[in-house]
């Protein structure tokens, strides 16, 4: 796993974060820094291991918590893409790839279900509630590297949402939502919460086995093609 996204061209367009575990310099102790803005960090949650250029999660009570402007569904943006290279190496059913949560807010964004299928879920606040899902026909099996990548949008004029996802480059699953109850306006599907990479809450609770090589965060969204390309410039270290 040697290639890394300083020495590969990946879109650089509207990157806002990007958390790449080739980059020893960029971890200190549990925080390791973006290497676009020195003010963003994910913590890691209870010692998961760092080693050739990947980290993994125990499956005990690991997990990676993001800062919090990483936000999916941040109240300012119409647009943003995520994109995370995992592969999961132990258990069966399901597992929660990330979810972000707080106490008036369920998601659980993007799983593996309890079918072994790639399932992306989403749901909205109080009682505006709004809830869309994907389940889609691409399998998540053990031992095989995915990049996952999800463009949000929302509308600026009303209450739509929708949600686009794919794996190693391809368009598995899309989902759109009408606006929740009793919502007119502009409006994202809950803001606030941490997100978490392979558990679902920032305490490490139903942590997955699995090894994370990088995350990215875009303030837009990306075309098929760009996530095609970013998922060619980098698959040849996922091995």
């Known amino acids: 796993m040697g290639a890394h996204a300083g020495t590969i ?3 650089t367009d509207n990157l806002d974060q990007l958390y790449d575990f080739n980059e020893t310099d960029s971890i200190s102790g549990a925080t390791v820094t973006s290497l676009i803005t020195s003010s ?6 209870n010692s998961p291991t760092v080693s050739g250029g990947t980290c993994t999660l125990d499956g005990s009570n690991d997990a990676i918590s993001l800062d919090s402007s990483s936000n999916l569904y941040s109240a300012n943006s119409l647009a943003e893409c995520w994109e995370l290279a995992f592969r999961i190496k132990s258990g069966t059913g399901e597992a929660s790839i990330m979810h972000q949560s707080n106490v008036w807010y369920y998601r659980r964004f993007f799983n593996r279900n309890s079918d072994g299928y790639f399932w992306m879920r ?8 709004d809830e869309f899902e994907s389940v889609t ?4 099996e053990n031992n095989e590297w995915y990049v996952m990548a999800c463009n949000f949008s ?5 209450a739509k949402n929708s949600m686009n996802g794919f794996i190693n480059g391809v368009q598995v699953g899309s989902m759109n939502s009408i606006g929740g109850k009793g919502v007119s306006g502009p409006w994202s599907i809950g803001t606030g919460g941490t997100p978490v990479i392979g558990a679902t809450a920032s305490d490490g609770s139903n942590s997955v086995n699995m090894e994370i090589a990088y995350f990215r965060k875009y303030g837009k969204n990306l075309s098929s093609s760009e996530i095609l390309s970013n998922y060619n410039a980098m698959k040849g270290r996922l091995v």
């Open 40 to 45: 963003d960090e994910m913590t890691l949650v």
């Open 154 to 158: 929302r509308s600026s004029t009303s």
């Open 9 to 11: 061209p990946i879109v």
């Open 122 to 129: 989403a749901t909205g606040a109080g009682g505006n509630t």
């Open 137 to 140: 026909s691409q399998t998540i």
